[in-house]
């Protein structure tokens, strides 16, 4: 129970914080004193949802005289909501350390101080809630500040249409859960979570909650194909907050999902699974594919949330199947892998973000082509980098290959379910997740290559310079998660396992006692990894070959431009650009999925014109589906607008018209 109070408490100072950003905000010492405060404050939220995965401080729960008068604000913590403690905390004070050094550059500090803490605050809230009041009050609070925060460079239209259009998804999504929620309480409206799951509901319902989910949490989290805010906001936003949108809210987002349909809503048919297997698998695909073709730096790591934000539901989707098949160490195996990979992504999406935001410091910059070189002259950012661009790409030992490892685990497993149908379609959803990895690959190959490696591009590139040492202290120390749980990924999946157990009642074996940090998700003769033997074989191998290298060949360091094609004058435009980097992938793949294109205008002999190259890649579902129905919904606002222009008797005779009508519509129902 006092882990618990600690927790409220840490959120209700987080929520203060706005308050009293706004009474220091004359004083020059207030962004790093603020930030700070945040930063120790998410640490200890870290602890105590550590302490949580242990066993110490869980069960019970409080009641505040708050929310609905007859039920009050229940809240609770569990070995779920301390999981996703340890996630908002690690992530909450990494940024906030980072802040401390980025948020010098902020021209208008106060926009952002403001409600970054009590953002914060209230995805805290959204966690240990325990009743739908304060969950929906929680999450609608988590969102408007988080609009704000995008909203912080205000003057800029791109920033104004990015907060438009991530205010429309977040009520959109919230009515959604708040139609979830009310299918959950049932005729008996309890809308305590105890009270939500003690109430019977058949198939069907609980099938409409898991669609209603999967538009209210998977708009947050950037599902396709409600996915269009996420690369709109995020590079809009402050680098310290897209690394929170990204590597944290949109956990939040999935820790709602998890906890309605692996907790409230009660077992599922296994014919509701295919959907979310499909739809996780299909955003792995697309989203990972903008970002191959995307120029923008901060535009594609948001492409790459919304990949990894498939993977992730594929594992869910993959761990509903196996629970609905009686299949309890599948279940669990999958679930841990959604876990992990959730707890990865944290990891080393705020990592890359905060990189993205080290360099539009240094440079001012987000175009790939316009940058290069930055290896020289930001030589620790760039290795960060190149740390998280490896994690993230499934390379190991990193941790992003451990929680894929087990992910495809979970889908070799698939031959055991009695169903026909799953038995063929989780090895084609399994296809697009390999698929999606090679794509990962591919797209940070080209980030890290065009982006750090040959040579500047721009006179920003060629003159930028290392930012402070905060960023770089909070940037490193996420890097070192990145390698620890991928050489030691044993210890984290013996962390997860409580709260696995809680939901499935099932959890992997112990993988601490295994020898050389070895993990064997299901027995040894199937299957196995030792992220520490890779890396011990890495840095032999290596090693032994630098040593043969300089001890046959020559112990001089030899240095010189990067090879020029044979030209005396090494050019940048002789480099790999990254449209051009990109051009085979767009070709094959980007033209029927995404309606790429290239234009070629050739002038004829004797026309001086120079000839030019047009390629247009756009997301199909903002052209084809968004676009047109906010070009409708405007024409129709239009036209409507006479509406309030009208005199008082024809506003009596619409009154009355709508009136007969809709008592001519209930007469069937008399």
């Known amino acids: 129970m006092a882990a618990l109070d600690l927790a409220l408490a840490i959120c209700a100072a987080l929520l203060a914080l706005g308050p009293v950003a706004v009474m220091m905000r004359h004083r020059p010492a207030a962004p790093a004193i603020l930030y700070g405060a945040t930063a120790g404050l998410c640490l200890l939220v870290g ?43 690690a992530g909450g004070a990494a940024a906030s350390l980072y802040a401390i050094g980025y948020g010098r550059h902020e021209p208008e500090p106060m926009r952002v101080l403001a409600f970054y803490p009590a953002f ?219 876990l992990f990979h959730i707890f990865n992504h944290m990891v080393f999406k705020s990592l890359l973000f905060m990189g993205a935001g080290a360099v539009l410091t240094a440079t001012g910059l987000r175009d790939l082509d316009r940058l290069g070189g930055l290896i020289h002259r930001m030589p620790v950012t760039s290795l960060v980098m190149l740390v998280g661009a490896v994690a993230i790409s499934a390379l190991p030992p990193l941790n992003g290959f451990a929680s894929e490892w087990l992910l495809f685990q979970a889908v070799l497993m698939s031959p055991a379910i009695p169903e026909v149908g799953l038995q063929m379609l989780i090895p ?65 999946i013996d962390a997860i396992s409580p709260a696995v157990d809680a939901l499935l009642s099932g959890r992997l074996p112990m993988q601490a006692d295994q020898p050389w940090f070895t993990i064997v998700p299901i027995a040894e003769a199937r299957s196995s990894y030792s992220g520490f033997l890779v890396m011990a074989f890495i840095i032999l191998a290596a090693s032994g070959s630098a040593w043969a290298v300089h001890r046959l060949a020559s112990r001089a360091l030899r240095r010189a431009p990067a090879w020029d094609c044979g030209f005396p004058d090494a050019s940048p435009l ?20 995404l309606g790429a294109h290239e234009v070629v205008v050739m ?22 589906v968004y676009a047109p129905l906010g070009a409708a919904v405007t024409g129709l606002a239009g036209r409507m607008n006479r509406l309030q222009f009208l005199t008082i008797r024809r506003y009596l005779s619409m009154v009355f018209l709508l009136l007969v009508i809709l008592l001519a519509g209930l007469l069937p129902w008399v």
Not at 168 to 174: E, R, S, V, W
Not at 603 to 624: F, I, K, N, S, Y
């Open 574 to 593: 002789t480099q790999y650009s990254a449209g051009g980097f990109a051009q085979p992938l767009r070709r094959v793949l980007g033209t029927g999925l």
């Open 120 to 338: 914060l605050g209230a995805m805290g809230l959204v966690l240990l809630a325990a009743d739908a009041f304060s969950f929906l009050l929680s999450w609608e609070v988590m969102s408007l500040l988080s609009w704000a925060l995008v909203l912080a460079h205000h003057r800029h239209a791109d920033t104004r249409q990015a907060a438009y259009v991530y205010l429309l998804m977040a009520g959109f999504g919230t009515m959604a859960l708040l139609l979830a929620f009310g299918l959950l309480a049932g005729s008996g409206g309890g809308y305590g979570f105890e009270a939500i799951r003690a109430t019977p509901r058949g198939p069907v319902v609980a099938a409409a909650v898991l669609g209603l989910m999967l538009v209210g949490a998977g708009s947050k989290a950037g599902l396709v194909p409600l996915h269009v805010w996420l690369p709109l906001a995020h590079p809009a936003a402050p680098s310290h907050v897209s690394a929170l949108m990204s590597g944290v809210m949109t956990k939040v987002a999935l820790y709602g999902f998890i906890r309605v349909v692996f907790d409230l809503v009660g077992p599922l048919a296994w014919w509701t699974s295919p959907a979310v297997i499909l739809i996780g698998a299909g955003t792995a695909v697309i989203g990972i594919l903008l970002a191959v073709m995307e120029r923008d730096l901060k535009r594609a790591l948001a492409y790459s949330t919304i990949e990894n934000i498939g993977v992730i539901f594929a594992g869910l989707g993959l761990a509903l199947a196996f629970r609905a098949n009686g299949m309890t160490a599948a279940a669990a195996l999958a679930l841990t892998a959604a």
């Open 603 to 624: 002038p004829p002999p004797g026309d001086p014109a120079p000839a030019t190259l047009a390629v247009h890649v756009a997301d199909p579902l903002w052209e084809r």
């Open 428 to 492: 084609a959803a399994g296809g697009l997740l390999a698929l999606a990895a090679a794509l990962a690959a591919a797209a940070f190959v080209r980030i890290y290559g065009v982006g750090f490696l040959g040579r500047p591009r721009s006179d920003a590139a060629r003159d930028a310079a290392e930012v402070d040492r905060y960023s770089l202290t909070a940037m490193a120390m996420l890097a070192g998660v990145c390698v620890l749980a991928g050489v030691f990924p044993g210890v984290v």
């Open 47 to 89: 602890l105590i949802g550590l302490a949580g995965l242990s066993g110490h401080g869980l069960g019970g729960g409080r009641v505040l005289p708050l929310g609905l008068p007859w039920i009050g604000a229940h809240f609770r913590l569990d070995a779920l909501a301390a999981f996703f403690l340890v996630i908002l905390g």
